[in-house]
């Protein structure tokens, strides 16, 4: 069973998926527990993340959006208290979850599994372990307290590579009684990437166009002093490189907030959004020697951004395609987690 408030993801659901089970087009704060399915060994919840972003409005799990973390768990104790309960959970959201409104987010999610008889594990997972694009997510991986958790998926203690700074932080400020039910989840290590960013970018993209060199010179005037050297960097190489570029309002020295253009060459792409307007969609920059091109990133690069093959379906408008994949989880991001936690905790739990 998938619930998605939007009709045209909901679209995408049904045309890469089947429409068996159709997903339900309902605002999560409608749904009625008899509307959901009995015996279900997961519950995934990627509940909007407008108000904890760090660029977002603030207002947290009040908000309107990042607020439908609620109705979730109200379905999940209703199921409870019906004698059908689900074993494991799943909660993602960014990473500004753990720290928004100074931690008391992130506690309060906490709180709500604790009192729901959780453990839980939090975890960032970045996508560029994985794709080369910088997609840092929090996945807090809960089971049922009445059920066993494999050893080999336990740490004694925190780990550097998925239990960031303000994770530990954050376990340190919080109450015994939540501390207790906290598990560190033994992750291994991803093997190296295989695509480069090179091997997303296409010479003749669909969608798509290179900019005319005024726009591309428009571009490159958005850029500081330090970004220009950037590209005076990548042009010395006397090779082909290939960057990505956001723009973003700064204050000039003066304060003032004006425009930047920030470009980055390290083969990871800058994290994928929404397009919410035009600063939002990334812009492919090609430099070899003295010609320099520039161009939005294609939906289908972006796709591949997220681990998606090519043989997933997107839809034909470009912003659509673009929201829908700017929305999305890295694909093997998910599955490794699914591979070395969620599945030997779905089999030792008799899934």
Known sequence: MANEWCPKKARAYVANHGPSPRPLVEDIRRLQIDQLPRGALLAWSSFPCQDLSLAGNGKGLQGERSGTF???????????????????????????????????DFEAILSALHDSEYRFGPLVVDGACFVPQSRPRLFIIAVQRRFPIPEKIQAAAPGDRWHTRNIRNAYDSLAPRLRANWVWWNLPKPKSKKLSLRDIIEENPEGVVWHTVEETKRLLSLMSDLNKEKVRQAQARRTRVIGTVYKRTRRDADGHRVQRAEVRFDDISGCLRTPGGGSSRQTVLDVEGNQIRSRLMSPREAARLMGLKDTYKLPGNYNEAYHLVGDGLVVPAVSWLERHILYPLATANGG
Request: no cysteine; hydrophobic share 45%; glycine share 8%.
């Open 70 to 104: 609620w109705p979730f768990m109200n379905l999940l104790r209703n199921l409870q208290k019906n004698n059908a309960p689900v074993p494991l959970l799943v909660i993602e959201n960014v990473v500004g979850a753990v720290t928004s409104h100074g931690g008391r």
